[in-house]
């Protein structure tokens, strides 16, 4: 693979992440009207839907996290691209301020904080569909 087909990958991965993030966000929203409109519904459909939701919550997460993993892949062939002696490499490596010839990875922080927000979807979902008073019960 030459340097411009990795960087059309890695650009054509990214616009698949941001995609995954959007849907992700705009979940949770139809999440929380789903579990509003199904309030008076029998406790056995209230958990279907959790189910359903917190399934697609995991599914999302799994894709995104796939995803950023092909980045850090082909992110990390550019390094050694670059390490090798690839002027184009080590131009678009230098311009995002990646290191040249080291692979490269996802920082810590995100993970802790990807992981973070995973638990508190899950743990809202399950709440919001067995647990949560909506006021007009």
């Given at each position: 693979?030459?340097?411009?087909?990795?960087?059309?990958?890695?650009?054509?991965?990214?616009?698949?992440?941001?995609?995954?993030?959007?849907?992700?966000?705009?979940?949770?929203?139809?999440?929380?009207?789903?579990?509003?409109?199904?309030?008076?519904?029998?406790?056995?459909?209230?958990?279907?839907?959790?189910?359903?939701?917190?399934?697609?919550?995991?599914?999302?997460?799994?894709?995104?996290?796939?995803?950023?993993?092909?980045?850090?892949?082909?992110?990390?062939?550019?390094?050694?691209?670059?390490?090798?002696?690839?002027?184009?490499?080590?131009?678009?490596?230098?311009?995002?301020?990646?290191?040249?010839?080291?692979?490269?990875?996802?920082?810590?922080?995100?993970?802790?904080?990807?992981?973070?927000?995973?638990?508190?979807?899950l743990v809202v979902t399950i709440y919001i569909f067995l647990?949560?008073?909506?006021?007009?019960?």
């Amino acid at each position: 693979m030459s340097e411009i087909e990795l960087l059309t990958s890695m650009q054509s991965n990214r616009a698949i992440f941001v995609n995954y993030v959007l849907v992700q966000t705009l979940m949770a929203a139809v999440i929380v009207y789903v579990a509003y409109m199904f309030r008076t519904l029998p406790t056995v459909v209230k958990a279907a839907a959790m189910v359903g939701s917190v399934i697609s919550i995991l599914l999302v997460t799994f894709f995104a996290t796939g995803t950023q993993t092909v980045f850090y892949a082909s992110a990390t062939t550019m390094s050694e691209m670059a390490g090798n002696g690839s002027e184009v490499a080590t131009s678009f490596m230098n311009s995002v301020g990646l290191p040249v010839g080291d692979p490269v990875s996802q920082p810590g922080w995100m993970t802790i904080l990807s992981v973070i927000q995973v638990i508190i979807n899950l743990v809202v979902t399950i709440y919001i569909f067995l647990l949560a008073k909506w006021g007009d019960e």
